[in-house]
């Protein structure tokens, strides 16, 4: 199974809309975050990334929204990754409400509820080629401190 990795957000008051929940883009900035955080505690920063002249650039992405988010709540989004053959690999992301500010849930679930599952199709772009590596996963391996965060294993 793929290493799973989390970072923990709080729904902060500018992220919701006018229907009183969290604006459907935020939760692809949720996302991204999750990917950023992940990559970083492999060893794939965008500091390190750039040094080796190489970017992560995201192709696809799709976004399930299940139960809305509202301000207050404490959201955990998960990120795994799925490297197969070719130029592109999947991360994928659940986030969930694991507490809101007065513990009670904002739609009558209880902790734990999945608000949304997000999947993303990547590559690493080499920034001089301008063109997407073959087998990103060697690439992101030979600079990554912490390769087996990478779900290589």
């Not at 995201?58 to 139960?67: N, Y």
């Not at 694991?98 to 679930?109: H, K, L, N, Q, V």
Request: one cysteine or more.
């Amino acid at each position: 199974m793929p290493d799973r990795f989390s970072v923990r957000v709080n729904v902060r008051s500018y992220e919701i809309d006018a229907n009183g929940h969290v604006n459907h883009a935020v939760y692809h900035q949720y996302g991204e975050h999750a990917r950023t955080e992940h990559l970083t505690a492999a060893g794939c920063s965008m500091a390190r990334l750039q040094e080796h002249g190489l970017g992560i650039v995201l192709l696809e992405t799709h976004v399930r929204f299940l139960r809305e988010l509202r301000h207050g709540d404490l959201v955990d989004v998960d990120s795994r990754m799925t490297f197969g053959t070719g130029k592109t690999f999947e991360m994928a992301h659940t986030i969930r409400r694991c507490r809101t500010e007065d513990a009670t849930g904002t739609d009558g679930a209880d902790s734990e509820t999945v608000a949304a599952e997000i999947t993303c199709r990547m590559g690493v772009l080499d920034s001089a080629a301008r063109r997407l590596v073959a087998e990103p996963w060697a690439r992101l391996a030979e600079i990554a401190t912490a390769p087996e965060r990478l779900g290589l294993g």
